[in-house]
Antibody, heavy 116, light 109 residues
Framework: QVQLVESGGGVVQPGRSLRLSCAAS????????MQWVRQAPGKGLEWVGV????????YKADSVKGRFTISRDNSKNTLFLQMDSLRAEDTAVYYC?????????WGQGTLVTVSS | EIVLTQSPGTLSLSPGERATLSCRAS???????LAWYQQKPGQAPRLLIS???SRATGVPDRFSGSGSGTDFTLTISRLEPEDFAVYFC??????????FGGGTKVEIK
């Protein structure tokens, strides 16, 4: 069955970096676009960015452009989110999800807390 | 950017009642690219509907989606206890390519 498992969340100080991973299994990872979506505590869903099936194209929300990088390693069935220059407003649960037009499978999420 | 506005913010209903949730777009959305998700507390969102009206695998037929252009609707014909949750609409297309609505909470009256 399809599984997406995020890891790498935690508490980090403003201005520091964090790298999230999303380990995929149960499907041919290299044929699917993948996305990151975040949800601040008690808030709605905010799209973070998407990468194409081969990683050649990525698009990100304006709120994270220049600070976050999305990449993937298809040989290891893993999606990454490199987050630099973190701000308090980046505090959220970060989900990885499969798909481009519709997100048909989601991970359980990993919590990132940016606080001094 | 295509902005999705969901209404109402909260819907208070009793089990067995019909729920009608609205998702309005700031500009026309390709119906093939409009989806609905359900999220329960502490859980990840779950895809319910894609292509505006196609139920995802395993979704009960009491859930239905409709609409086109800028107006889309998610209907739950008869609410079951497990349906009380938050529902989000999502569109693909334009720049940025993905946006979500703010959500509608369906709560027990």
């Amino acid at each position: 069955q399809v599984q997406l498992v995020e890891s790498g969340g935690g508490v980090v100080q403003p201005g520091r970096s964090l790298r999230l991973s999303c380990a995929a299994s149960g499907f041919t990872f290299s044929t699917y676009a993948m996305q990151w979506v975040r949800q601040a505590p008690g808030k709605g869903l905010e799209w973070v960015g998407v990468t194409s099936y081969d990683g050649s194209d990525t698009y990100k929300a304006d709120s994270v452009k220049g600070r976050f990088t999305i990449s993937r390693d298809n040989s290891k069935n893993t999606l990454f989110l490199q987050m630099d220059s973190l701000r308090a407003e980046d505090t959220a649960v970060y989900y990885c999800a499969r798909g481009l037009k519709r997100l048909d499978y989601w991970g359980q999420g990993t919590l990132v807390t940016v606080s001094s | 950017e295509i902005v999705l506005t969901q209404s109402p913010g909260t819907l208070s209903l009793s089990p067995g009642e019909r729920a009608t949730l609205s998702c309005r777009a700031s500009q026309s959305v390709n119906s093939n690219y409009l989806a609905w998700y359900q999220q329960k507390p502490g859980q990840a969102p779950r895809l319910l509907i894609s292509g505006a009206s196609s139920r995802a695998t395993g979704v009960p037929d009491r859930f239905s989606g409709s609409g086109s252009g800028t107006d889309f609707t998610l209907t739950i014909s008869r609410l079951e206890p497990e349906d009380f949750a938050v529902y989000f609409c999502q569109q693909y297309g334009g720049s940025p390519p993905v946006t979500f609505g703010g959500g509608t909470k369906v709560e027990i009256k």
